[in-house]
């Protein structure tokens, strides 16, 4: 089955700087890759996501690159603000009937002023 | 995107009792899945839930102790059965809410086995 590992596992940047996550997953068939955030309590939300024909996708101050030869992605966040901080999850799926989504460990994010 | 009710949103139970939690979806989908993120750490899921068939569970996970029902294409439910300490989690529904929505969750049932 599919395998995802995410690094680093926590994160601390200073508010303004910019935060890079990366992940890389073992299965050639995943063609889906979300990330998540978390917040303490909350329920995971998806923050963008990126299918395996594009190669780069941003949403403001968030942007997803993936490299399918590699089978690694990575989530960067520009001008990081303290409502940033969170726990953020990388996973992988295929696409279809048998969809599952796989998750990363996690990195926790804290954006310090 | 779809929107998921779950509940309960939290609870308290003996150890040998049993938890149902329920997931009402406002719309028909063909998939739910249920996870657990025990604390501290990511999402592990346990089955995937179809309506009309058995549910499919991962490996480490049983039907004996993870009953699930799908009655219909907007409703599930996934008892812990047998309930010790260490079943002390969260548990989420997930549904994925097509090509453009991706996967959303229900807001969780924080359980705690005393």
């Known amino acids: 089955g599919e395998n995802v590992e995410q690094h680093p596992s926590t994160l601390s940047v200073q508010e303004g700087d910019s935060a890079v996550i990366k992940c890389t997953y073992s299965?050639?068939?995943?063609?889906?890759f979300p990330w998540y955030k978390q917040e303490l309590g909350k329920r995971p939300q998806l923050i963008i996501d990126?299918?395996?024909?594009?190669g780069e996708k941003k949403d403001q101050r968030i942007a997803v690159t993936l490299n399918k030869t590699a089978k690694h992605f990575s989530l960067h966040i520009t001008e990081t603000q303290p409502e940033d901080s969170a726990v953020y999850f990388c996973?992988?799926?295929?696409?279809?009937?048998?969809?599952?989504?796989?998750f990363g460990t996690g990195t926790r994010l804290q954006v310090t002023l | 995107s779809a929107v998921i009710s779950q509940k309960p949103s939290r609870d308290i139970c003996q150890r040998g009792t049993s938890l149902t939690i329920q997931c009402q979806v406002d719309?028909?989908?063909?998939?739910m899945f249920w996870y657990r993120q025990q604390p501290g750490q990511s999402l592990t899921l346990i089955a995937t839930?179809?309506?009309?068939?058995?549910?499919?569970?991962e490996s480490g996970f049983v039907i004996d102790k993870f009953p699930i029902s799908r009655p219909n294409l907007t409703f599930s439910t996934l008892t812990v059965s047998n309930m010790s300490p260490e079943d002390s989690s969260i548990y989420l529904c997930?549904?994925?809410?097509?090509?453009?929505?991706?996967?959303?969750f229900g807001s969780g049932t924080r359980l705690t086995v005393v």
């Open positions: 719309s028909q989908v063909t998939m």
């Open positions: 839930a179809n309506q009309g068939s058995e549910a499919t569970y």
């Open positions: 996973a992988a799926s295929t696409t279809g009937t048998a969809s599952k989504l796989t």
């Open positions: 299965d050639s068939a995943s063609n889906y």
């Open positions: 990126i299918r395996s024909n594009v």
């Open positions: 997930s549904v994925e809410g097509g090509a453009w929505y991706g996967y959303t």
